[in-house]
């Protein structure tokens, strides 16, 4: 595609490179974002400005009396193209120390008053290394889950426990059926909490119970408040669970930099509840911001299932979860979201073997057969030849 660039680049528009002259602290760098606006050429040069503005101090530029936050704190307009079709890609240089070292407020100074606007998607942000080095990235990735699951060369597995409704005991036997076909790990649906009818501890020690000594893993999905989520993930431990899911933006960002941070030991996968509630490119938020917060493995809606995901859009999400960099380990894709048997063989060819396949539903339509449908699942995976 051919865009016209409307602003020419600031001399100075390198994430790492634009460094302000006040002494904010340590984190005194600016970092890019992209955003993908709706305009006319006419405007699109004032609404950049303002989005850089809304984006950074929120007033007037007129009313700031201080140099320095006129220099180093006030977002910067570096580049405007021209997408076609009424669409601009912005990219604004925002100053790094308006983050502090907090989660949700990193997502603020990204997207917080600008999401209000209907015009504006939040498209891309350029990481760099002392924002990775914040935040950390995956403590385990994809090496760690393949340690786990003791799996290399090869495509990992996964299902889910459902419905809601069942107790503890009958999501442990199902847990118990699901292992019997080899599945590498067992997650709780994202739906499951503290409810009354599957209490989060009897669940827990149910699910532990009926996959020891097996191979397969069992993820419990937290919930509540960050106590609450302490309190779980304390819980399992001691009941030998190594790995557990998290939605981040139920959650949100601070919870699950904490959990992260306070559990090393740890291994999240990230799921992508409320995902679809702002206007942040999914390969951008699942792919990059979930693994930067420090998602070992991500999990999205593949193409083709019940969502509506495009390839295009699922093959930049899955790159963005593995893209090599020096200051953090890579993150596992999880495409999910209405998977049969019949496409694994196609899913492992778009996807790779660095890749974890969920599929819950279609094994569960078993009923009776579930530990052969599941075997039959884990084995086309582990027989799979990647074109």
């Not at 790492?16 to 405007?43: C, E, K, N, P, Q």
């Not at 097996?214 to 302490?230: E, V």
């Not at 699922?314 to 496409?343: E, H, I």
Request: glycine share 10%; aromatic share 6%.
């Amino acid at each position: 595609m051919t865009v016209n660039r409307l602003i020419v680049r600031l001399s100075c528009v390198h994430p790492i490179a634009l460094r302000g002259r006040h002494d904010w602290g340590t984190m005194t760098g600016r970092f890019l974002a992209t955003y993908h606006v709706r305009a006319d050429s006419g405007t699109i040069a004032a609404r950049a400005q303002a989005i850089a503005v809304e984006q950074s101090v929120e007033m007037p530029l007129e009313a700031i009396e201080a140099p320095e936050v006129l220099r180093d704190i006030v977002g910067q307009v570096a580049d405007i193209a021209d997408l076609g079709a009424g669409v601009f890609a912005v990219r604004i240089a925002l100053a790094t120390a308006t983050i502090g070292r907090d989660g949700a407020q990193f997502l603020n100074m990204l997207f917080g008053n600008t999401s209000l606007h209907d015009d504006v998607v939040l498209a891309d942000v350029e990481i760099p290394p002392e924002l990775a080095a914040v935040f950390g990235g995956p403590r385990h990735g994809i090496a760690g889950l393949r340690r786990r699951a003791a799996a290399n060369g090869r495509a990992l597995t996964c299902s889910a426990l459902k419905p809601q409704g069942l107790s503890a005991d009958r999501l442990g036997e199902l847990a118990s059926r699901f292992a019997a076909g080899g599945v590498d790990f067992i997650k709780d649906d994202h739906g499951l909490a503290d409810q009354t009818y599957s209490p989060f501890a009897d669940r827990v020690r149910a699910c532990a119970a009926a996959l020891r000594g097996q191979a397969t893993r069992y993820m419990p999905s937290l919930s509540g408040n960050l106590d609450a989520m302490r309190a779980q993930i304390t819980l399992a431990r001691e009941e030998g669970i190594d790995t557990v899911l998290i939605a981040p933006l139920l959650a949100g960002f601070s919870t699950m930099q904490a959990l992260v941070a306070g559990f090393p030991d740890i291994a999240f996968l990230a799921h992508p509840s409320f995902g679809g509630a702002s206007r942040i490119a999914p390969d951008l938020l699942i792919g990059t911001l979930f693994r930067l917060l420090g998602a070992d493995a991500v999990i999205f809606p593949t193409h083709g299932g019940r969502f509506g995901y495009t390839p295009e859009t699922c093959r930049r999400l899955a790159a963005a979860a593995r893209l090599k960099r020096v200051d953090m380990r890579r993150a596992l894709p999880v495409p999910a979201g209405g998977m049969t048997l019949a496409r694994v063989p196609e899913i492992l060819d778009f996807y790779g073997p660095d890749t974890m396949l969920l599929i819950g539903g279609s094994l569960l339509m078993a009923r009776e057969r579930l530990t052969e449908e599941t075997a039959a699942f884990t084995s086309r995976v582990a027989a799979h030849q990647y074109r």
